[in-house]
């Protein structure tokens, strides 16, 4: 055991000492050979991931282990064990990896469509020409969509395990990546006779994307597969066509064996379990989160339902109007002085018939300027559900002047 521990700490003293060769200016291929000699025998996506961390954990910038991603790319090659499983996910269709490798062969598609207008350009940089190449690498900005996916979508939950370091070093270098996209896109917007200056940082821009393509597909999606549960498989599926995809339109539809079951049990009857959350459209809460976020919003809020009942209202810290807990269960209008009840009644009706989505007065309580909103709840077919009363003291977000940019003491 203490061999294995000191050969992993020698392994993570050897990667400091090439970040910080990197660091000084020297090239991939002049600390290639030393990172093959340190990997000889194969290693782990996991072992590196650990190795990476601890040095970030130890105070080394996440900048500089990016430094890392090309020499990644140049040697690992052939050299990362345990890359392929048994099902492989990126094989299902529909599944989130199969659509990230769909969506990579798509995009080598389009590069060799690229490299081979651009060999056009290097000889006749006409109008048409360049007009093509922009074209070109408009449809290439899609990509950010895929970049976007993994971001918002996969890096999260490697973050809920622990695993930090390569979801910020791989967004660094996404973000470069669309700088280099950009900057190629806006030469050729304004294109003015510069064809070496627009050759070099395309050809640089296609290669990048090329490197991110083998670093996603030997080393992300791996450690994505062997962490992930299907539950959050499951919810990366269903919030990817909100961010949308790159240069494809998934046709298969992917139900993971789980939702198959829980279909059946519905069937029967039977609810499956959700271990105490509940899911929402974006994400997914305990009952006791919910509460607190709740409670903890700025504003006071209030929910009547369709048939006039008050059925919650939010218990912030400082509450305009007093709302005892004997006002549950009663009829709005029972909760307003008789020379008011016309006017809640008629906010009722409009928002009800649909006639209005929403209400809105303002009045002055003392020192407080009151804003008092009332909303129309519909559920996704339009049904009317219920009334949300939304009251904000807005004085001082009026009294708000100039910026603010850094943080309080």
Known sequence: MSELINNREYRKQVLKELIGELHKGKTIDEVKSRFEEL????????????????LVAEGLPVEEIQRLCDVHAAVFKGSIEDIHK?????????HPVNIFFLENRAIEDLI?????????????????VVKNLKENF?????????YARKENLLFPYLEKYGISTPPKVMWGVDDDIRDDIKAVMNLLKDYSGNKEEVIEKAEYALERVNEMIFKEESILFPLAIDTLSEDEWLQVHKSSKEIGYTLIKPRAKWVPARVDVEEKAREEGEEPSNDGYVDF????????????????????LTFVDKDGIVKWFSMGKERIFARPKTVLGRRVENCHPPASVHVVEKIVEDLKSGKKDHEDFWIRMGERFVYIRYFAVRDKKGKFLGVLEVTQDIKPIQEITGEKRLLSE
Do not use: Y
């Open 138 to 146: 408009d449809k290439l900005w899609e990509i950010d969509k895929h």
């Open 39 to 54: 990997i000889e025998g194969g290693v782990t996506t996991a072992e590196i991931t650990e190795m990476e961390a601890a």
């Open 86 to 94: 048994s099902a492989n996910p990126a094989e299902i269709p529909g």
């Open 281 to 300: 459209d974006a994400g997914i809460m305990t009952p006791e989160e919910i509460n607190a976020v709740l409670n903890t919003i700025p504003i006071d």
């Open 112 to 128: 060799v469509t690229i490299e081979d207008n651009l060999a056009l350009f290097k000889s006749e940089d006409s109008k048409a």
